[in-house]
């Protein structure tokens, strides 16, 4: 019977036919006509996509061996990106190359964290959604948070500002607001791009080229940041900012960037969310003479 509703009618048959040679009066007879009356239903096989042995190895803090030598990682000191950064150079650990995702660390203190909060506290909390077939928002277990969105004008979301825009370099003109969100234990979002390559939102130019994520807490365990393509796991460290393009600079999306927020286990995690728009950054982040938007073609799912 279980066959016969999963999708294989011809498995369902081949073992009735067997039970009813050997006992022609058993009961099976009523599964027969039952299953005579019936259209079998769809085989609902779930296929698991490449990455997704990768996804739950990498949220345990495993990766896979790297192929090449001669790792170029490293963690610096950066005081010239801008002025801003002269006295108190930038930490910067650089965690993938092409696509480079860094990590920023102690860019907000624990008591910036706790104005961001009070200012989140002011707004409504609403469970996250993802973008449905449409573009519009849908609540899917896929994706397990609640947020709101700050906007610049508070003192310290005016300093956050600042950060992304001396870091980043992009004009903060194509901005989101920031999107605070919280996962509890069981919290998590899978697998995502963060660009939207269809169905852009109507009121930003173009898609988002850039994530800036802040980490506003520890995770006592689970919560890390995965990059299932890269063989990337992030373990949450409060007050650090994680960056990376999500565009080739020829503004083609880059598939490689697919990543996700694994299941908290202990603890509760709050991040902070900047997404910034393409419109605007043409002469932050100019066009190389060549594209390279063909060196993430093979890892499109
Ligand atoms: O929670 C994380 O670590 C990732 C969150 C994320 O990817 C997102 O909000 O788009
Ligand atoms: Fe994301």
Known sequence: ?????????????????????????????????????????????????SWFSNYTRLCQGRRLPEER???????????KRHAYFTLAPLQVELVHLDPDINVYHGMLSSKQILS????????????????GSGGEGTVRDLRVSQQTWLDYKSPVMNSVGRIIQFVSGFDMAGAEHMQVANYGVGGQYEPHPDYFEVNLPKNFEGDRISTSMFYLSDVEQ???????????????????????????????????????????????????????HSGYQEFRRPCNLTSDSYKSLAYRD
């Not at 961001?116 to 973008?131: G, N, P, T, W, Y």
Request: hydrophobic content about 35%; overall charge positive; charged content about 20%.
């Open 1 to 49: 019977m279980a066959n016969f509703e999963l999708g294989n009618p011809k498995k369902a048959a081949r073992l009735l036919s067997q039970i009813l040679e050997s006992q022609p009066t058993h009961s099976a007879q009523q599964t027969q006509k039952y299953l005579e009356s019936r259209v079998p239903g769809k085989n609902v096989q779930e296929t698991k996509p």
């Open 69 to 79: 030598s001669g790792d170029p990682l490293r963690c610096y000191l950066d005081g």
């Open 116 to 131: 961001i909060f009070e200012e989140a506290d002011k707004e409504e909390m609403v469970r996250s959604a993802v973008a």
């Open 222 to 276: 689970g919560g890390y940041t995965v990059f299932t393509k890269l063989n990337v796991f992030l373990p949450p460290v409060k007050g650090a900012l994680v960056m990376w393009h999500n565009l080739h600079r020829s503004l083609h999306v880059d598939a490689r960037t697919l990543h996700a927020g694994c299941p908290v286990i202990v603890g509760s995690k709050r991040i902070g969310n900047i997404w910034m």
